[in-house]
């Protein structure tokens, strides 16, 4: 049995993989963790239809920045965007489990909006896109997830400190941490993309890129899973 350079877990397999953005060169890891360096190779692609370019780096720092673990002010050590699951039973429950659901709602929008499908194609910007997919669930990669091997798999238990804001205020919170101001606009798709339709959120217009989103990450997550 060998021990995954990633997950810390053991397995009788591992597959060498080098990524460029981690200082250790090539990897011995299982097949999980594998796929989560991939799908973080296609996220720092995806970035590319971020206009700005100013605006693009500023992304580009903060996902390289949160692939490593966090310390929070109790002095857990909170998982990073590369072992994130998304969720801790209901779906994406396995280390890079964050990173599937991302890369799934990227595509499963620009799905739609290559089918030229109204009112989204043509209409809505693919860097906003993007950028409403990545923040959306921002916090997972930070601040939420504890990884604890006595617990069993999935791994992972919640940090004491998770519910202070909700998770959409999280996950603005962050990113202006690395300097990135959202538009109102975006802003508004962040709020909406987690189906806050109602209560708080009543008398707030929901935008077609809130809509969108929220589509691809129900899907993502009520039917895909995984």
Not at 6 to 19: Q, T
Not at 77 to 97: D, F, Q
Not at 146 to 170: S, T
């Amino acid at each position: 049995m060998q021990q995954c350079s990633i997950c810390k877990r053991e397995f009788s397999f591992l597959v060498e993989n080098e990524c460029e953005y981690l200082d250790q060169g090539i990897l011995a890891v299982c097949n999980r963790c594998s796929n989560a360096m991939e799908n973080l190779r296609k996220l720092l692609a995806y970035l590319e239809f971020i206009e700005d370019i100013e605006i693009r780096n500023k992304y580009s720092k903060m996902i390289l920045s949160l692939i490593n673990d966090n310390t929070n002010s109790s002095g857990e050590r909170t998982v990073g965007l590369l072992e994130a699951p998304a969720g801790r039973k209901n779906h994406h429950a396995y280390s890079g489990g964050l990173l599937s659901h991302i890369i799934q709602m990227i595509e499963i929008c620009f799905t739609i909006y290559h089918y030229k499908i109204f009112p989204f194609h043509g209409v809505l910007n693919k860097g906003d896109i993007v950028i409403g997919c990545v923040i959306h669930d921002l916090h997972k990669a930070y601040q939420t997830f504890v990884k604890d091997l006595r617990i069993g798999y999935p791994p992972f238990r919640y940090a004491k400190e998770n519910n202070r804001i909700p998770n959409d205020f999280q996950s603005i919170h962050i990113s202006s941490k690395f300097g990135i101001h959202l538009t109102e606009y975006q802003t508004n798709a962040i709020i909406g993309a987690e189906g806050h339709f109602a209560s708080l959120y009543h008398e707030i217009e929901i935008s077609k890129l809130a809509a969108l989103i929220n589509m691809a990450d129900v899907y993502s997550s009520k039917i895909l899973k995984k």
